[in-house]
């Protein structure tokens, strides 16, 4: 039971996680010239945390419990 409440957790955090890179993403399109490498690199981020969160099961419980701590720095990136 407690790991399909992780589960849920660890989707919603994923994400979270996404939420920087679009937002940097949109910022950077705004940008009268604005770095295509840049743009690149969040939606790859956006779109590798998506497939996470598409593949994620509530099996996986060594991921999710990576997921779930804020001192995983593989998680926690800045943009």
Not at 33 to 49: Q, S
Not at 61 to 66: D, G, P
């Amino acid at each position: 039971m407690a790991y399909s409440v992780d589960y849920e957790v660890a989707l919603e955090v994923l994400g979270q996680y996404k939420q920087p890179f679009v937002q940097a993403e949109f910022d950077e399109e705004q940008k009268e010239n604005p770095n295509k490498a840049f743009m690149d690199y969040c939606r790859a981020r956006i779109r590798a945390l998506g497939e996470l969160q598409d593949e994620l099961d509530t099996e996986d419980t060594e991921l999710i419990a990576k997921i779930l701590d804020p001192k995983n720095s593989k998680f926690f990136g800045a943009v």
